[in-house]
């Protein structure tokens, strides 16, 4: 009763309840029909899309993907197994309507938590590779989060593997408190362990990498790069607009704005991800 | 005492700030200046001072007192080139065998278009990460409020200690009930749930040591002098590996499921 009574409730946070409609989302509709581009306005047919994988075939934009889209279209087949899977975020300061809050992401993305970590092969390179989700509560970092990056990157110390991570974050995870800021020094200090052991760490930011996962991991990698037009930054261009009363200058904390400030190594499109993490793999690999 | 009541003490205009407690507590301070990148910053007080005879560099942020030099100081919050100061003192530090001593006190880092394009976000990870493995003892001590990740910046220490009306916190509580409850007079609420007090974090070991507040504040600068001494002490007992472990294993701990 309950259930229906809210089913037509609009969500009180729009950062956190990412609508399927909003239109940096590919609908999940059959391939007939249509989508306009946001960015370019042309009408695009959906199976079009999904083959281009999400990005628009007129202008370039680039749709956001889920995490299993992007672990399909990234690693080779069958190469991906998954750690942790399992791990579940609990309201561990009692905050207020949290246990809701992940029981509608759960149910909205179909993963247990904001990031899926694991091993696979690139082009037959091993690695072990995250990627953030953006359907779990805008790729948030609560305690979870944290752990799996940080079990992940201590995995791959200990097997000398190097790290691919797709970063997607609207920062540390508030519902969780202090403990959620205590990730980011969790994960950075397994980064810069790995990162010691003479291991290779690059990290893909995609649209948007922001607060806390931009101040800790995102930036931590030897080799940066991002997607064309990915917002990144640290505060969220709404923030600054409100708190500085300044109007943003058009292309602000986007990948091409920091690949101009010397912050990324690279701005690579999705078509050509795969091939290229197979070459820096390829170049970082150690003798056996 | 509401948690909201204990951050209106800790944003209080009079409450003394980062220099106050330099001068109360260290003998023959030098303020050593700029990141050798970009620039200055105010925001952030960097020096090498002595503390009961031992060579040690002290970090603090700065808010100023008085609005003309609160505004030198850009309130205290830091821009990168602050952060990118602080590492340099700390790497400093490390060659030299000294201790580092953080004082924190920011409503967070700056934002605003100039900390963007500098990077502000890389600053503050690139601090995270090598504060992390730093081979010298590190104590940071949170005197006021404890804004987010610019507050962590310069607090990923061996132990951390809060005054009893210091605050930390993921993100301000009004930035939290806008964003929650698009309501701004939530803010107590906020500040209650966001578990931001002194007291709620020793309860969850996120702080070793919560500092009562005198209403002298001299009596404390003394009794933080000879704790932070023997601490500093203490810490510089355990050889560089195990300081480095107990570090890690510190912030390891932190929401292991289970």
């Given at each position: 009763m309950k259930l229906t009574k809210n089913l037509f409730k609009k969500p009180n946070n729009p950062l956190e309840w990412y609508d399927s409609r909003t239109k940096d989302s590919i609908p999940d509709v059959p391939d007939e029909m249509c989508i306009s581009c946001p960015k370019c306005r042309a009408i695009i047919l959906t199976g079009d899309l999904n083959e281009n994988a999400?990005?628009?075939?007129?202008?370039g934009h680039h749709f956001r993907l889920n995490s299993r889209q992007r672990i399909g279209l990234l690693?080779?087949?069958?190469s991906f197994t998954e750690h942790d899977g399992e791990l579940r975020s609990t309201n561990l300061i009692d905050f207020p309507n949290y246990d809701k809050k992940l029981w509608h992401a759960r149910l909205k993305s179909g993963e247990n938590e904001a990031v899926v970590c694991g091993t696979a092969c690139v082009e037959g390179f091993p690695c072990a590779l995250f990627v953030m989700e953006a359907d779990f509560m805008m790729g948030s970092m609560g305690t979870v989060v944290g752990e799996k990056i940080t079990r992940l990157f201590e995995y791959a110390t200990e097997h000398s593997l190097p790290v691919v991570g797709f970063t997607l974050s609207g920062g540390a995870r508030m519902q969780e408190g202090t403990l959620s800021l205590m990730q980011m020094a969790k994960t950075s200090a397994a980064v810069k362990r790995h990162s010691d052991a003479g291991n290779l760490y690059v990290a893909v930011l995609t649209d948007p990498t922001t607060g806390g996962v931009t101040a800790s991991f995102a930036m931590e990698a030897d080799i940066i790069l991002a997607e064309p037009g990915a917002l990144i930054g640290f505060a969220g261009p709404r923030v600054i607009e409100q708190t500085m009363r300044q109007k943003l200058p058009p292309g602000f904390q986007r990948a091409e704005f920091l690949l101009e400030k010397g912050f990324l190594d690279d701005v690579v499109p999705r078509g050509r991800q795969k091939a290229y993490l197979a070459n820096l793999l390829s170049l970082h690999r150690k003798e056996a | 005492m509401e948690a909201f009541e204990h951050l209106a003490a800790a944003r209080a205009k009079d409450r003394p700030t980062g220099l106050c407690y330099i001068r109360g507590i260290f003998t023959d301070f030098v303020e050593m200046h700029g990141d050798r990148r970009f620039g200055d910053d105010q925001a952030i007080v960097t020096g090498i001072a002595r503390l009961c005879g031992m060579p040690v560099t002290v970090v603090a942020q700065e808010k100023g007192s008085g609005t003309k030099e609160r505004v030198r100081r850009n309130f205290g919050s830091p821009h990168p080139e602050g952060y990118r100061k602080a590492l340099r003192q700390m790497k400093l530090a490390e060659k030299f065998g000294r201790p580092v001593v953080c004082f924190v006190d920011t409503a967070g880092a700056f934002c605003g278009v100039s900390a963007e394009e500098r990077g502000e976000g890389q600053a503050i990870a690139e601090n995270l990460m090598e504060m992390s493995a730093l081979k010298t003892p590190i104590l940071s001590i949170f005197i006021g409020e404890g804004g987010s990740g610019g507050a962590l910046a310069l607090a990923v220490a061996d132990e951390v200690w809060m005054l009893e009306n210091a605050c930390y916190s993921v993100i301000s509580p009004e930035g939290c009930a806008s964003i929650l409850w698009k309501d701004s007079s939530q803010v107590s609420r906020a500040a209650q749930c966001l578990k931001m007090t002194a007291k709620d974090l020793l309860q969850l070991k996120i702080v070793e040591r919560v500092v009562p507040e005198p209403a002298d504040f001299e009596n404390l600068y003394e009794n933080l002098k000879t704790g932070i001494y023997h601490k500093l002490v203490d810490l510089q007992a355990f050889g560089t590996e195990e300081l480095l472990r107990r570090r890690y294993d510190r912030f390891r701990k932190f929401g292991v499921p289970g």
């Amino acid at each position: 009763m309950k259930l229906t009574k809210n089913l037509f409730k609009k969500p009180n946070n729009p950062l956190e309840w990412y609508d399927s409609r909003t239109k940096d989302s590919i609908p999940d509709v059959p391939d007939e029909m249509c989508i306009s581009c946001p960015k370019c306005r042309a009408i695009i047919l959906t199976g079009d899309l999904n083959e281009n994988a999400g990005v628009c075939p007129k202008c370039g934009h680039h749709f956001r993907l889920n995490s299993r889209q992007r672990i399909g279209l990234l690693t080779d087949a069958d190469s991906f197994t998954e750690h942790d899977g399992e791990l579940r975020s609990t309201n561990l300061i009692d905050f207020p309507n949290y246990d809701k809050k992940l029981w509608h992401a759960r149910l909205k993305s179909g993963e247990n938590e904001a990031v899926v970590c694991g091993t696979a092969c690139v082009e037959g390179f091993p690695c072990a590779l995250f990627v953030m989700e953006a359907d779990f509560m805008m790729g948030s970092m609560g305690t979870v989060v944290g752990e799996k990056i940080t079990r992940l990157f201590e995995y791959a110390t200990e097997h000398s593997l190097p790290v691919v991570g797709f970063t997607l974050s609207g920062g540390a995870r508030m519902q969780e408190g202090t403990l959620s800021l205590m990730q980011m020094a969790k994960t950075s200090a397994a980064v810069k362990r790995h990162s010691d052991a003479g291991n290779l760490y690059v990290a893909v930011l995609t649209d948007p990498t922001t607060g806390g996962v931009t101040a800790s991991f995102a930036m931590e990698a030897d080799i940066i790069l991002a997607e064309p037009g990915a917002l990144i930054g640290f505060a969220g261009p709404r923030v600054i607009e409100q708190t500085m009363r300044q109007k943003l200058p058009p292309g602000f904390q986007r990948a091409e704005f920091l690949l101009e400030k010397g912050f990324l190594d690279d701005v690579v499109p999705r078509g050509r991800q795969k091939a290229y993490l197979a070459n820096l793999l390829s170049l970082h690999r150690k003798e056996a | 005492m509401e948690a909201f009541e204990h951050l209106a003490a800790a944003r209080a205009k009079d409450r003394p700030t980062g220099l106050c407690y330099i001068r109360g507590i260290f003998t023959d301070f030098v303020e050593m200046h700029g990141d050798r990148r970009f620039g200055d910053d105010q925001a952030i007080v960097t020096g090498i001072a002595r503390l009961c005879g031992m060579p040690v560099t002290v970090v603090a942020q700065e808010k100023g007192s008085g609005t003309k030099e609160r505004v030198r100081r850009n309130f205290g919050s830091p821009h990168p080139e602050g952060y990118r100061k602080a590492l340099r003192q700390m790497k400093l530090a490390e060659k030299f065998g000294r201790p580092v001593v953080c004082f924190v006190d920011t409503a967070g880092a700056f934002c605003g278009v100039s900390a963007e394009e500098r990077g502000e976000g890389q600053a503050i990870a690139e601090n995270l990460m090598e504060m992390s493995a730093l081979k010298t003892p590190i104590l940071s001590i949170f005197i006021g409020e404890g804004g987010s990740g610019g507050a962590l910046a310069l607090a990923v220490a061996d132990e951390v200690w809060m005054l009893e009306n210091a605050c930390y916190s993921v993100i301000s509580p009004e930035g939290c009930a806008s964003i929650l409850w698009k309501d701004s007079s939530q803010v107590s609420r906020a500040a209650q749930c966001l578990k931001m007090t002194a007291k709620d974090l020793l309860q969850l070991k996120i702080v070793e040591r919560v500092v009562p507040e005198p209403a002298d504040f001299e009596n404390l600068y003394e009794n933080l002098k000879t704790g932070i001494y023997h601490k500093l002490v203490d810490l510089q007992a355990f050889g560089t590996e195990e300081l480095l472990r107990r570090r890690y294993d510190r912030f390891r701990k932190f929401g292991v499921p289970g």
